[in-house]
């Protein structure tokens, strides 16, 4: 059977039989990993196979795997699996406080196999107009990962997320027919099909490219939270629990950025990439300032890195802005690297709330004593998000200064420096406001987590460390492979 | 002759029913007016079809008619009974002020979206278009105007037909799979806002979305 093919069953299978499943929670918590790692398994073989230079096409190219599309599928893969696993854990300590019932912890775990199988569609779809349906999906499959209680709080957190991302996608679905219907005839092939469009960019109107593109900003920007169409972000992610969180600012923010590059691609190579640079760096730099002065207010440590997801959205912004090679290498690298920093965040979230039973940071301390694994991996978490070098996001953030440095766009510079040392000394602030000093409520889990119930927390540092001191070939294949496609070198 | 006629006289109907649709003050009125308005948007679709013999238009308008003609409204109207809800909330700008203004912002964004989209158009029609656009603007403005979460579910509705509008006069020609994805995306966003709002009415008392104001900062 074709590993594509594969990919757009199985998840979706895993779901409904999960769905089916009797309610024992050991049962459900074992089924729950091992179908996860199976899921996992067969989205990076796929990858493997575009870094072994193969393609991988399905129903005459309406599927397909790009190198783009391998890393945001490997981010699934990865990132997702290690959100899953923490779930387990969580969803234990969720049961064990009585705040959800095993039925709903089921519906839960077999709710994000069908949150993974939208994510892996809108990344695998060569049709725009099906990439957007599926895009539109992953929202629909994700309202009752974040509302999961009845209470106040999470319905109110379900509306906004379904409202504000509907009504803003629908702008992105204007750009997909609009590009559709300036390419209908006037290029070879399907119209519909990314590979095409990107191929046949310069025989495109540069006028409706123009506002294809604002309606694509306006549509995926809403969903991968710039600003100022964010504003569902901060409820959403700071009221889900902490796995979800993960997943969701680890994961489906870049699949809507990736439907963002794609047009982006198209575009830059119909207009030219001046248009699109200057609209990226206007979002991005917007995006960055709005997150930044948000940053410095919160003392809840959930909406903190729910603004910290909005601020590096802006970065990945900012890195297409800044634009030339390496300024794409940098905003595609940042996707990943945020990625596995967002869920370190936000799963160490989960064993924060844990402890002191609160999200405020105000009424925290002493984690280092009460829990010193947690506070070191909260400590990474924080260090990467800073841009601290040796950890991922450094890399990233390095690189586009460097491309900024080499077009000689100092001002551009100066504007990325000052943001990033708002959010710097916001994050520090609020680290050792949690991790030091005495606590000013009440510790509800006097002691650190099982190791086993870190390791995934651990792999997530690992992985943050590694990509920040090494350079994995395979990866940096892939992102190379994407900025020569972007650039069509 | 006579068919674009009828073609321009469906489209000024269906602009006219998304005004009911946003105006309307029982929750009953307001969906039979959409079921309306979707039963003419099938009428467009058929006679689209008849002038232009484009089959994939006759296959949509089947679709159309058993999902959303039929399906979407009977859903809306059970919701509407389960909750025992009558009258709309005062919106903002109050009863009369908001359909007006909803009114005069969508008619003058669809007059700068029309001219472009007709550049690109497969059909050429001028009056369908700019109502394809205007009812988008009057499911916006639904969300932005109207309070009540019954509404912003029509209002999604309202711009997911002016969407549909689009596709059929722009882009008929995609893939038969497209209108699949977006309708089935239609129908289950429906769905989950409807379990949605019975929690909301459940937590809240209300349909009014103005009172959730629990997450901010």
Known sequence: MDLLLLILTVPFAFGVIMFLMPLHFKFLQTFHILLSVIVSSLLLCAVGKVVNKEVLSLFHDFIFLDSMGAIFLSLIAITGLLANVYATTYMKWELEGGHISLREVKNYFALSFIFTWTMSLSVLCNNIAFMWAAIEATTLASVFLVAVHNDKKSTESGYKYIVLCSIGLAFALYATILLYSAANGKIDGEAMLYTNLLANAASLDPMALKLVFIFALIGFGTKAGLAPTHTWLPDVHAEGPAPTSALLSGVLLKCAMLGLIRYYAVVANGVGFDFVETVMVVSGTLTLFVSA?????????????????????????????????????????????????????????????????????????????????????????????????????????????????????????????????????????????????????????????????????IALAVLIVSFGIWQFDSFTFLLDQSVKTILKQ | MATINLIDIIAVLMMGTSFAVFSLRQYRHSVLAYALQTLLLVAIFLALYDKYDSHELLVWSVTAFIIKVVCVPLYLLRLIKKLGVVVDDEPVGGFFISPVVALSFSLAVAMMFYKVFIHFSIFKDVLPLFAASFIFMMGIFGFILRTSFLKQILSYCLFENGIHLSLALMAYTSHELVEVGILTDAVFAVIIMSILAKRFYASYGSLNTSKAVNLRG
Do not use: W
């Open chain 1, 293 to 457: 002065f948000f940053l410095i207010r919160q003392h809840n440590v959930k909406r903190m890195f729910a603004y910290h997801s909005i601020a590096h959205m802006g970065v990945i912004a900012f890195g297409l802005g800044v634009g030339g090679a390496i300024g794409l290498f940098a905003a595609l690298f940042h996707c990943a690297a945020h990625s596995f920093t967002k869920a370190l965040a936000f799963c160490s979230t989960g064993n924060i709330a844990r402890i002191y039973g609160t999200k405020d940071m105000t009424k925290m301390g002493n984690m280092i004593r009460i829990a010193p694994l947690t506070a070191v991996l909260f400590g990474i978490a924080i260090c990467s998000l800073v841009g601290v070098p040796g950890f991922a996001i450094f890399v990233s953030e390095f690189l586009i200064f460097k491309a900024a440095a080499i077009d000689g766009k100092y001002i551009l510079m100066g504007i990325f420096a000052v943001a990033l040392a708002i959010i710097f000394i916001a994050d520090f602030s609020h680290f050792f406001l949690a991790s030091f000093g005495k606590v000013e409520g009440k510790v509800e889990h006097n002691g650190e987590m099982k190791l086993s119930e870190n390791l995934p927390l």
